[in-house]
C-alpha cells in the first residue's frame, strides 16, 4: 500500500485544518487506517484510527471532540478534520495502514504494516 498525505500547513490557535491520505495498491477496505503524529524530540504518537468499514473510530484523549476520521473507500482516503487547534498539535503527522490492528494494539506503531511520507502541521498561539 503506498500511502500520500497532504493538508499540513500553518494555522492560528483555534483554527482548523483537514488532512487526507489518499491510498494506493491494496484494497483499502482490508486496512485499519490510522493517524500518527511525532513533535520534534517527542516519540511518535497515536492520534486516530478508524475501522475497515468505518463503523468504529478511536481518538487519543489529547484529540477526542476536537478531531474527527472518516473514509471514503470510494476514493481510498482517510481524512483527518482537525478542529479548535492549538499548539501542542503541532506536529508531523503521519498516516499509516494496518491489516492485523485489533483493539489493544490499535495505539502502538509498529502494529502498522505501511506508513505515509507525513504532513507538517504548525499551529501559532
Known amino acids: 500500500v503506498q500511502l500520500q498525505a497532504s493538508g499540513g500547513g500553518l494555522v492560528q490557535a483555534g483554527g482548523s485544518l483537514r488532512l487526507s491520505c489518499a491510498a494506493s495498491g ?3 477496505s482490508n486496512y485499519v487506517m490510522g493517524w500518527f503524529r511525532q513533535a520534534p ?3 511518535r504518537e497515536f492520534v486516530a484510527a478508524i475501522s475497515r468499514g ?3 473510530t478511536y481518538f487519543a484523549d489529547a484529540v477526542k471532540g476536537r478531531f474527527t476520521i472518516s473514509r471514503d473507500s470510494a476514493k481510498n482516503t482517510v481524512f483527518l478534520q482537525m478542529n479548535s487547534l492549538k ?3 503541532t506536529a508531523v503527522y503521519y498516516c499509516t ?3 492485523s490492528i485489533i483493539t489493544s494494539s490499535m495505539k502502538v ?3 502498522y504494516d505501511y506508513w505515509g511520507q507525513g504532513t507538517l ?3 501559532s498561539s
Open 26 to 28: 491494496r484494497t483499502f
Open 41 to 43: 524530540g517527542k516519540e
Open 54 to 56: 468505518g463503523g468504529s
Open 87 to 89: 499548539p501542542e498539535d
Open 97 to 99: 495502514a494496518g491489516q
Open 109 to 111: 506503531p509498529r502494529a
Open 121 to 123: 502541521v504548525t499551529v
